[in-house]
Each structure stands twice: as structure tokens, then as C-alpha cells.
């Protein structure tokens, strides 16, 4: 994929979105679409460098269908669905009538969702920290950017289930905190999900091995749980920004959908292979955003806090993967 077609749709999705929102609601559609998609781009692009380094290792019929059924999974699910049955389990409602209460009293809805948030932060913050925790307290990695942290990391890890340790820790921390039950299960079933997902992707990595089965399913269904859990945060905190269901499906969508494109483009381009601490920037910043997403269980952190060090870590990444390939050159 070359830059200029990659540039070329993002023009073409921005063009149709803007379209879609003119039509729904004027100049303030446009606007606050506009808004969320960059909210959405600013919020979860160390999750485009993530999905890249795993998009790397699957055929390019994976590929695709990361751009056109992840889509699916992404607009629909993540961005519409997955939010009216958040509202509908905590509010005791039926999905058919959030559904309406979504668009017939959208602030109504954005009340319930945000009477939810707690609950989202705790499982999608939980999922994402053991994503970050997973990969620090790797034994086996040779590569190392924050050195000192992560050969230590390395270190401890040969000696136990330290990974455990931390997890049962942050959730017995937390808890201890806010002392509400619901908050700690929603914690337990984040970790429990990622725990799942990995076994399901080493027992199809292994009968790859041992049958010759496409191995592609088990990384899709990770990527896709990545995914949705670092959109989490920027879900909820769409409604700060428009309580139109409509608004806030179309512009989130759009900032996926130029995700989705960069991870594509970073792989067919070989651009990763070229930055090769981009990976470890992106865990960084995935792990931020767990840790402030189980700090906002506390206090409030406005959006630009989180996308700012995100961005920080993948740029720093990035000039210390410049700085290394100098002297190669």
C-alpha cells in the first residue's frame, strides 16, 4: 500500500463521513464528527503500531480481513452494539429499548452510559495493563529500549509467575480502594478474558503445527479484543463531546477505519521492520493507558493527558529507532 493511495482514502472517508453527518445534523455534525475521529486517532495510535507488529506475522488474506470483517467488528460492535448492552446490563433495561432511549433521548442515554463508566474502566484498563504486563516480563526478548526497566523485567521473569503476582495485586489494590464488588469482578473478567484469548492463540498456534490449520483466527480474535478495549476510553468520553448515537458511531468509525489503514500500511510498507523500538513504544503507551484508565477509577484525566503520552512514547520509540539505524548507515 503506497503512501499516496493510503492518503487518498483517508481523504475519501473523511469526504463521506462529513457527508453522513452534514446530512444528520448540519455544520455542528460535521464538527463534532470531526472531533471524535481525531479523538479517536489521537487516543489509540500506539494501538495501530501493536496491531501492526501482530499483523506482520499472518498472510495477507489475514490482512484484509482485518480491514473489511474487522470493520465490522469495530463499527458495529465496538462502536454501537457493545456500548447499548454496557447500558443495558448495568440499567436493567432491554437492548431493544436502550436502543430507542439512544436515539429518541440521547442525553438519557448518555447518563446511563456514563453511570457504567466505572465498570468499563475497570475491565477494559484491567485488559490493557495485562497486555503491557505480558509483554514487559518476557524472558525470552533480546531487544531492550528502556533498558534498565526492561532487562530487570526480563530478569524477574525467569523467576515465577510474576505476571500473576502484579495482576492479583493491581486488582486487590483497587478493590481495597474502592471497596465495590461490581468493579472488582469487571477487573477479574478483563484478566480472565486476556487470559483465554492467549490459550485460545497457543492452542491454534499449536495445531497449526501439529494439522496445518490456519493459525490467522486466534490472532484476529486478539487483535479485535485489543482493539475494542482501547476504545473503551474513548466511548464514554465521546459524550462529552456529542450526545448524538449517530455523531459518535460515524466519527469514532472513521478514526478506526484510518487506524486500521496505518496498520496495514506500516506492514505491507516493511516501515516497522525499519523502527524497530516502535513495538516497545506501543506497549509502553498501552500500558499507560490501562494505568490511567484504572486511575480515572479515582479522578478524572482529561483526554489530551492520555493521547499526549501515548504520542510521547511512540515518538521517543521512534527517534531511538532513528538514532540506532545511524550508525548502520
Known amino acids: 500500500m503506497k503512501l499516496k493511495r493510503l492518503l487518498t482514502e483517508f481523504a475519501v472517508i473523511f469526504l463521506i463521513s462529513w457527508v453522513i453527518e452534514f446530512a444528520y445534523m448540519g455544520i455542528k455534525g460535521v ?3 470531526t472531533t471524535l475521529s481525531l479523538l479517536e486517532i489521537s487516543l489509540s495510535f500506539d494501538n495501530a503500531v501493536m ?5 506482520s506475522g499472518l498472510s495477507r488474506v489475514w490482512r484484509r480481513r482485518f480491514l473489511t470483517w474487522g470493520m465490522v467488528v469495530a463499527v458495529f460492535g465496538m462502536r454501537f452494539l457493545f456500548p447499548v448492552l454496557i447500558v443495558s446490563l448495568t440499567a436493567g433495561l432491554g437492548v431493544g429499548e436502550v436502543i430507542k432511549i439512544a436515539f429518541k433521548e440521547p442525553e438519557v442515554y448518555g447518563r446511563y452510559l456514563e453511570s457504567a463508566e466505572p465498570l468499563i474502566l475497570a475491565f477494559g484498563g484491567s485488559f490493557l495493563f495485562m497486555v503491557f504486563v505480558n ?6 526478548r533480546e531487544l531492550h529500549w528502556i533498558r534498565t526497566l526492561e532487562e530487570k523485567a526480563a530478569k524477574l521473569a525467569k523467576l515465577g509467575e510474576i505476571k500473576l503476582i502484579i495482576a492479583l495485586t493491581v486488582i486487590f489494590t483497587v478493590g481495597y480502594l474502592k471497596r465495590e464488588p461490581s468493579i472488582i469482578l ?3 473478567l478483563g484478566v480472565l478474558l486476556f487470559e483465554i484469548v492467549h490459550f485460545i492463540k497457543s492452542a491454534i498456534e499449536y ?3 501439529k494439522r496445518g490449520i490456519d493459525a490467522g483466527i486466534g490472532a484476529f480474535i486478539y487483535l479485535e479484543l485489543l482493539d475494542a478495549s482501547c476504545s473503551l476510553d474513548g466511548t464514554v468520553g465521546a459524550f462529552a463531546i456529542s450526545q448524538n448515537l449517530i455523531i459518535i458511531t460515524v466519527g469514532l468509525s472513521v478514526g478506526a477505519f484510518i487506524l486500521r489503514s496505518l496498520t496495514v500500511y506500516f506492514v505491507e510498507s516493511g516501515k516497522l521492520k525499519e523502527f524497530p523500538y516502535l513495538e516497545h513504544g506501543a506497549h509502553w503507551g498501552i500500558g499507560a493507558l490501562g494505568i490511567m484508565m484504572l486511575l480515572e477509577l479515582f479522578f478524572h484525566i482529561p483526554e489530551v493527558v492520555i493521547s499526549s503520552l501515548a504520542l510521547i512514547f511512540i515518538l521517543s520509540s521512534l527517534y531511538s529507532s532513528i538514532k540506532r539505524a545511524k550508525p548502520l548507515l
Open 31 to 33: 464538527f463534532e464528527g
Open 51 to 55: 496491531n501492526a507488529v501482530i499483523l
Open 135 to 140: 509483554w514487559l516480563f518476557d524472558a525470552g
Open 186 to 188: 469487571a477487573m477479574i
Open 207 to 209: 495445531f497449526k503445527e
